[in-house]
């Protein structure tokens, strides 16, 4: 099992430059978070997935940054265009039910540095 | 307004000391809480939650509604103990991690 697989590892852009990550959870797992991790601090939640559907992207500065999980599986978190502010660590959790107890299983991230 | 506090960033015991982590939170219903820990050069993972009231590699978080805290303990510290922990709390459409205690175990 190779877990929440995630790519790019390291991603370097100018500001002004769109990005995107690409997430794949834990085969079965219907529940997919994407968090922004900034340097010092705890992971921030961007957007849930109930399967294909969103159902919490309170936290998604909606202006420049977009998500999708077409067919409730693979996802992609875009940002268009780069902030220098955006520079941080891009994190994937998947969880088998969207139940508050759930365990998180985590993916390696993506450091993304904005120039 | 929810929040998740951790109110030392780093802490840094002797091996075979006993530790505590410390945690409050600020949550208006009942949360579901947990400890997550990042080993160096290893992903993010669950330690353990307050709804399994169990004990992970000898540590144990007891949830106090009164004082709103959530603190993890551990008898006596090891040096594989060392890495970074965060306290997180799961409402009812939200998630909130704190800002995390690098724990150092030192021989």
């Known amino acids: 099992e190779a877990g929440v697989v995630q790519s790019p590892r390291y991603k370097i852009i100018e500001k002004k430059q769109p990005v995107a990550f690409w997430c794949n959870p834990i085969s079965g797992h219907n529940t997919l978070y994407w968090y922004r991790q900034n340097l010092g601090q705890g992971p921030e939640l961007l957007i849930r997935?109930?399967?294909?559907?969103?159902?919490?992207d309170s936290q998604l500065p909606k202006d420049r940054f977009s998500a999708e999980r077409l067919k409730g599986v693979d996802s992609t978190l875009k940002i268009q265009p780069a902030e220098l502010g955006d520079s941080a660590v891009y994190l994937c959790a998947s969880s088998s039910a969207g139940v508050r107890s759930d365990t998180q299983y985590f993916g390696p991230g993506t450091r993304l540095t904005v120039l | 307004a929810q929040r998740v506090t951790q109110p030392e960033k780093l802490l840094s015991v002797f091996k075979g000391a006993p530790v505590e982590l410390k945690c409050n939170y600020s949550?208006?219903?009942?949360?579901?809480l947990f400890w997550y820990v990042q080993y160096s050069r290893q992903r993010l993972q669950l330690l353990l939650r307050?709804?399994s009231r169990e004990s992970i590699k000898g540590f144990t978080a007891d949830l106090n509604k009164g004082e709103t805290s959530f603190h993890l303990k551990k008898p006596f510290a090891q040096e594989e103990d060392s890495a970074m922990y965060y306290c997180?709390?799961?409402?009812?459409?939200?998630?909130?991690f704190g800002a995390g205690t690098r724990l150092t175990v030192k021989p």
């Open positions: 997935y109930e399967n294909e559907e969103a159902v919490d």
């Open positions: 307050h709804i």
């Open positions: 949550y208006s219903g009942s949360p579901e």
């Open positions: 997180a709390l799961s409402g009812y459409n939200d998630m909130r």
